[in-house]
Structure formats: C-alpha cells, structure tokens
C-alpha cells in the first residue's frame, strides 16, 4: 500500500474513543462510527468544509421525534435499475417513516444496475431529513455476478472475468484499473454530497469479493488514489471465504469489515452487519425456501448494535431474486416485489425496536 495513506479507526466504548492513526493521507472511519463526534483534527483535514451538515429540516408531521437507534435499515443494492424505481422508493419511504436517527442503505453502483447520480442524490436529500444521519454504503463491483462469470448475463465491471484472471490483472492491467477508477470517480460526486448533507460514507471495492488479500489491497489502493483528501470515507472489505476456490478474508490495518451472515453470534465491530444472501421468513413475508426468520433476524441485528456495528436486512424478493439457484436473471426484466402494506408495518417495527 502507498504510505501516504492515513487511515482512522475509532474503537467506542460507552462515550469515549481512541483514534489510533496509521500511515499518512486522506482518512478512514470505521463503518459502524457516528461522525457526530467527529473530532477537530478530522474537521480540520476536510479542508474546504465540504463535510459539515446542514441545518436540518424540520421533522415531518409522521416523526415528531427521531428514534435513536445503532445505525440499521435495508438494502437497496438494486435501487439504481430503472425497473426497480417502485422498490427503491418504497424502501426509502420505509426508512424515512421508522423515523430512525441513524437509518442505513446500500447500493451497487458497479452497472448491475445501472446508475443515476440524480436518483441516488434524491434518496440521500430524503433520508437526511429531520436532523438524521444517513449511514450509507457504496459497492465498486459485484462478487456474485463474478462467481457466474461464464453464464452471467449482468453487465457489471468485472462480471464476466474468472476470479483467478480477475484477480492477476487487477494487478497489473492498467487498462482494468482505468475502468475501475472510473466508476470510483463516477461516485465522488454523490459521496461529496452524501458527506455535505451529515452523512456517514463506507466504500466497499466489491461485494462479497473473490480476491486474494493481494488483490484486495490493489483495489483499495487504486480506489484511495481517486477519492479527494478532503472527503472523509470509510473504507472496508466483504470477504467470501469459501465461495470460490483462492478467496482470501484478510482484513488489513485500517479497514472494517461488512459480515454477511444470518447467526446471532456476530465476532465483528465498527462494521457492517447483513443477512445479504440468506432468505427470511415473516408472517408478512412467507418464503418457501427461508433459511431464517425475521425473528431470528432480530437478534442479529441487537448482536450487531451492541459491537458498534450498522445493520442491513436484505430481501432476495426486493431484490427480484428468485429463491431457487442458478444464473441470476437480467436486472431489466427482474420482478421486484413491492411492499404490501402489512410488510411496510413489519419492516417499521423490525427497524424501530
């Protein structure tokens, strides 16, 4: 890794913290860390003040007051794609009427879904509102689609290359590199905004990746190199141990780590949290083929708020996932299952509790 890197964990421990730097430049915060103790040396790197909140708004009439809550909420890594507009909105308004303080959402902006910096900057105006702080989380490239390469039909970066190829020229394929900068700097515009509006950015070069610890750190590098030191970023890794032959999960110095899992026993911290992959079971949400229940869910959720980590509850059917296995379908002509009004009140209550 360059040297001129400086990364920031802050480990919290009831009201106190410790920063703890390692090397030198643009900085990074554990994913699961409010900024709203942000310290003066961090204010100070931003340099123009292009992290500093807004007056809020006034609350709407539905949240007379914000529940205060570790950072959780749902995943919207298919809000991007035209077709899932509904979805995304119906997430969004979701998340909006839980009234959370610290509410959550992700998006792959890697293509899968295509892009909308206009539709993304709308989503984060809204769940801004009213004083809260956003924690939201930016995938670089999609691990899933990866492990289909020879029968994908997504048109994601990195999609339709073997891993073990993928993983060599990430390396040392300068013109590999340039299309995956490219899309790190597609997003800048949409983080510096996110940060202007109070809130808390995690960038994760791929989702459920299929890199060597190599690999992974020649990612992280060329994503760093064209983030502007004056946004404040965290920046981790969602490893897949086991998913594909030569994954590594290393997590180095200075990183958080996002854990997709559906087990209460959660061994991480200033991280995220997500059943991402794992269908679940609701008596608004029947599943013939669920792995766990959102009851269960619950207590993974509490395991994860009570290691400072930011939690996401992610649904295969929000995300036109067929429940059977196989090539994953086009995104264009993906159903995604909108929220009946019984599953809208669920949701708010899972998030809430």
Do not use: K
């Amino acid at each position: 890794m360059r040297q001129n890197i400086l990364f920031l964990l802050v480990f919290v421990t009831g009201c106190t913290s410790e920063h703890v730097e390692l090397g030198a430049g643009p900085r990074s915060r554990a994913a699961g860390q409010s900024t709203a103790n942000q310290t003066t040396a961090e204010a100070t790197a931003s340099g123009t003040g292009t992290n500093t909140a807004p007056q809020p708004e006034a609350l709407s009439a539905e949240c007379a007051q914000l529940v205060t809550t570790p950072p959780r909420g749902l995943a919207c890594l298919h809000c991007t794609q035209p077709e899932a507009r509904n979805s995304a909105r119906q997430i969004a308004d979701v998340l909006s009427d839980s009234c959370l303080a610290s509410p959550a959402i992700n998006y792959l902006v890697d293509g899968t879904f295509g892009f909308d910096e206009t539709f993304l900057t709308d989503q984060i105006t809204q769940l801004t509102e009213g004083g809260r702080q956003l924690f939201v989380t930016f995938y670089l490239a999609n691990g899933p689609a990866q492990r289909q390469y020879d029968i994908t039909v997504v048109e994601g970066f990195g999609a339709r290359i073997d891993p073990e190829e993928f993983r060599y020229r990430i390396q040392h394929d300068p013109a590999l590199q340039g299309r995956y900068q490219s899309l790190v700097d597609r997003i800048v515009p949409v983080v510096r905004y996110a940060l202007q509006r109070g809130a808390a950015v995690s960038l994760i070069p791929m989702l459920e990746d299929n890199l060597s610890d190599e690999a992974f750190r020649a990612m992280a590098e060329l994503l760093l190199a064209v983030i502007p030191p004056d946004l404040t970023v965290a920046v981790g890794r969602n490893p897949c141990p086991g998913c594909y032959s030569g994954n590594d999960h290393g997590i180095p110095p200075g990183f958080f780590e996002e854990l997709h899992t559906d087990w209460a026993g959660v061994g991480i911290s200033n991280g995220i949290v997500t059943n991402d992959g794992r269908h679940y079971h609701s008596a608004a949400a029947p599943s013939t083929n669920a792995e766990t229940t959102l009851d269960e869910l619950r207590a993974v959720r509490d395991a994860a708020g009570r290691n400072n980590n930011t939690f996401i509850l992610w649904s295969a059917a929000r995300q036109g996932l067929p429940e059977s296995n196989g090539a994953h379908p086009l995104p264009s002509q993906r159903y995604y299952a909108p929220l009946a009004a019984a599953e809208r009140s669920e949701l708010i209550r899972f998030l809430r509790e």
